[in-house]
T-cell receptor
Framework: DAGITQSPRYKITETGRQVTLMCHQT?????MFWYRQDLGHGLRLIYY???????DKGEVPDGYVVSRSKTENFPLTLESATRSQTSVYFC??????????????FGPGTRLTVL | KQEVTQIPAALSVPEGENLVLNCSFT??????LQWFRQDPGKGLTSLLL?????REQTSGRLNASLDKSSGRSTLYIAASQPGDSATYLC????????????FGQGTRLTINP
């Protein structure tokens, strides 16, 4: 399917477990992002990537790890999940210099619950 | 640190009304500003993007304005419809932040038939 997809859409896990959220885009956009959305905080940037093998921290990176070996994939790993990481996670991508320059396109989100 | 505020947090109006959503930001050094729509349980959809050199952008019944010097943007929705019910978020791209966006917390809009 064309566009940006996330999997799983829903995940329940336990404190201390490792969890990986997947993000895949079919546009070959150079930039990809991970956000979390929480009541009272809005959307906050966790990590972003400007290209394959280039990643950088956002506003709330602690407890998360990312990698980007291929342009189209940008997985987010919670190495040891905590209850405070219960949230809705959104992946996004953008293509600076292309049509609709700077527009970020969002995936449908993953609702993660840490018990 | 850039902060983005959207007031009101929620708004309910009857169908057919014209309405304005507000967004303010603390640092005028922005690269651009985007308005997004979010439906319940869904991701964000970009509605309009205004570059810092622009004053407004229009798409159909939507018009977004930007006054960078005063740190304000408005989203005008003409002839509102029940299908416009959603949460509307604004976000600014900060110049120092290589594609990074800072979001407001959104305005939840309800259009009553």
């Amino acid at each position: 399917d064309a566009g940006i997809t996330q999997s799983p859409r829903y995940k329940i896990t336990e404190t201390g477990r490792q969890v990986t959220l997947m993000c895949h885009q079919t546009w070959s956009h150079s930039y990809m992002f991970w956000y979390r959305q929480d009541l009272g905080h809005g959307l906050r940037l966790i990590y972003y990537s400007a290209a394959a093998d280039i990643t950088d921290k956002g506003e709330v990176p602690d407890g998360y790890v990312v990698s980007r070996s291929k342009t189209e994939n940008f997985p987010l790993t919670l190495e040891s999940a905590t209850r405070s990481q219960t949230s809705v996670y959104f992946c996004a991508s953008s293509d600076p210099g292309g049509v609709g320059t700077d527009t970020q396109y969002f995936g449908p989100g993953t609702r993660l619950t840490v018990l | 640190k850039q902060e983005v505020t959207q007031i009101p947090a929620a708004l309910s109006v009857p169908e057919g009304e014209n309405l304005v959503l507000n967004c303010s930001f603390t640092d005028s050094a922005i690269y651009n500003l985007q308005w997004f729509r979010q439906d319940p349980g869904k991701g964000l959809t970009s509605l309009l993007l205004i570059q810092s050199s622009q004053r407004e952008q229009t798409s159909g019944r939507l018009n977004a304005s930007l006054d960078k010097s005063s740190g304000r943007s408005t989203l005008y929705i003409a002839a509102s419809q029940p299908g416009d019910s959603a949460t509307y978020l604004c976000a600014v791209r900060i110049i120092q932040g290589a594609q990074k966006l800072v979001f407001g917390q959104g305005t939840r809009l309800t259009i009553n038939p």
